[in-house]
Nanobody, 126 residues
Framework: QVQLVESGGGLVQPGGSLRLSCAIS????????IGWFRQAPGKEREGISC????????WYADSVQGRLALSRDTAKDTAYLQMNSLKPEDPAVYYC???????????????????WGQGTQVTVSS
């Protein structure tokens, strides 16, 4: 059974930083993509970043470019999303997701992904 568990969310002041984690278990494919999404109340789920396990290539949406860094620890089967310079427009529930065995995925499209975590809340407030 595939399981994704996010952690690391919380309350941070504007300009602050957080590191989110996504622990993945039960996924047997060697090559897959880990995506990060966020969803604010009343808004659609937005794809913000993804990483390929094939070569650790990363992609970032324009809205977060320069402020996020995605990495992973293969020994722990965990992906990390380092978020810096957090802004008042960043609060949302942040989700990780995985897709494997496909070449026709879209990094930023939620419909491309097969498995999801439960999400972790990020709040930015002074």
């Amino acid at each position: 059974q595939v399981q994704l568990v996010e952690s690391g969310g919380g309350l941070v002041q504007p300009g602050g930083s957080l590191r989110l984690s996504c622990a993945i278990s039960g996924f047997t494919l060697k090559h897959y993509v880990i995506g990060w999404f966020r969803q604010a109340p009343g808004k659609e789920r937005e794809g913000i970043s993804c990483i390929s396990t094939t070569d650790d290539s990363t992609w970032y949406a324009d809205s977060v470019q320069g402020r996020l860094a995605l990495s992973r620890d293969t020994a722990k089967d965990t992906a990390y999303l380092q978020m810096n310079s957090l802004k008042p427009e960043d609060p949302a529930v942040y989700y990780c997701a995985v897709v494997g065995g496909r070449a026709d995925y879209n990094c930023y499209d939620p419909d491309s992904y097969d498995y999801w975590g439960q999400g972790t809340q990020v709040t930015v407030s002074s």
